[in-house]
């Protein structure tokens, strides 16, 4: 009972502070929407598509040609854009200048020449020496492909169909042939079941991985438990030189209350901060948090346990307010970097992912990201919080050891 009244107490200094606030909710919450924001946003609008522009020139405006740039529409590499302007010069002054990655000319007569089972080239204009150029040809070549098969399929049915039973006219066998590629397209795009191949940290969801806020959410959440450690490892410097510690002991309450009270207002304060940052996210944000309540209810669990352990341990070693803040902000950002809340992981080297992975920030971070990314559930979770237990119990280890009452 003492050391929840002194954990109470802590808590009541903590928050009497108005930069409390501004650490635990506030900032988290800004920069929140500025890192998401900086990274696409909630997605899928032209102002934050960030695939590769590219200009089509239909001289053919026939059903094929039409299909041609559905495909290039759907590509997750390359934008078909119209442009004023369809002269081929202009078109490759702006691939030199870098203002367009490619351009295509679909030559007049395509859809014909296809159907009749004659082949034709589409003219290509891209600087193949550049990423952005490769980058762009694959995109062009990955629809091509797909119109071919596509054709043929429809092809092959309509000879099938004709032989069973006769097309009574061309405009019969047109309708046919363009059902069924319409069916071959469909059937391209809703396969009848789907490989996935993923390494951890892979998202597996597109239409999740669109949410920029799904990585800045957590990536946030945890590096400000970090900074706001500040106030509450203050907390415990300032009692040591003021002496209230030395008071407490002369009272019936132990070290090993006095301690486990700090590191109970602590949790309390971190937790109360994710639920908030959470709720906040998954109703304002569309972050899905709640897709697999008891894995974020562990995770974050586990995360407020790891942070408040090293509030101990902060709280133990500066010997004033000052290094308090130095304790806290160098570690925040020291650990936020390699952890990946800044920047995902698995967009760095495989060097780096590793060295990230000594760290608990990035532990927290596949925690978070498993649920409200890759759709996983509970299972996903367990080695994550496993870890973060065992940061958590090595700073409660080191907190204990340096934990010392004498005034400063």
């Not at 239409?207 to 490892?233: D, K, R």
Request: hydrophobic share 50%; with cysteine.
């Amino acid at each position: 009972m003492r050391m929840l009244h002194l954990a109470l107490k802590d808590l009541l200094q903590i928050f009497r502070d108005w930069k409390s606030f501004l650490f635990l909710l506030i900032m988290p919450m800004l920069f929140t929407l500025v890192f998401g924001f900086a990274f696409g946003g909630l997605g899928g609008t032209e102002e934050n598509d960030s695939r590769l522009l590219v200009s089509i020139i239909d001289n053919d405006q026939q059903f094929i040609s039409q299909v041609l740039i559905g495909l290039l529409e759907k590509s997750p590499d390359i934008r078909p854009v119209a442009l004023e302007s369809t002269t081929q010069a202009d078109i490759e002054t702006m691939v030199t200048d870098d203002e367009l990655a490619a351009a295509i000319i679909i030559p007049a007569g395509y859809s014909e020449t296809l159907t009749a089972g004659e082949k034709i080239r589409l003219t290509t204009i891209l600087k193949e020496e550049t990423t952005g150029g490769i980058t762009a040809q694959n995109g062009i070549q990955t629809a091509l492909n797909r119109l071919l098969a596509a054709l043929q399929a429809a092809e092959f049915s309509a000879s099938v169909q004709h032989q069973t039973t006769p097309f009574e006219n061309k405009t019969q066998r047109q309708a046919f042939f363009k059902q069924s590629m319409e069916l071959a397209l469909t059937k391209w795009e809703q396969p009848a079941f789907t490989v996935i191949a993923t390494q951890p940290g892979t998202p597996t969801d597109q239409t999740e991985s669109e949410n920029a806020f799904t990585h800045s959410s957590p990536g946030m959440m945890v590096q400000f438990a970090i900074a706001g450690l500040i106030g509450a490892a203050e907390v415990l410097v300032l009692e040591r030189k003021s002496g209230a510690l030395q008071r407490l002991l002369t009272t019936a309450i132990s070290k090993t209350e006095i301690l486990m009270g700090h590191f109970l207002a602590m949790f309390l304060m971190i937790f109360s901060q994710f639920a908030v940052l959470i709720l906040f996210a998954q109703l304002f944000l569309n972050v899905p948090y709640f897709s697999a309540p008891l894995a974020t209810l562990l995770i974050t669990v586990t995360t407020s346990l790891f942070a408040a352990s090293m509030g101990l341990l902060i709280g133990t070693l500066a010997k004033t307010p000052e290094q308090t803040v130095v304790y806290s902000l160098i570690p925040m950002f020291i650990l936020s970097g390699l952890g990946g809340a800044w920047v995902p992981l698995e967009f760095t080297s495989k060097t780096f992912q590793t060295i990230g992975h000594l760290t608990p920030v990035a532990w927290a971070m596949d925690g978070f990201q498993n649920i409200i990314l890759r759709g996983l559930g509970l299972p996903s979770v367990l080695l994550p919080a496993a870890v973060l237990l065992g940061f958590a119990a090595a700073c409660f280890g080191m907190a204990t050891w340096r934990f010392k009452v004498t005034q400063v």
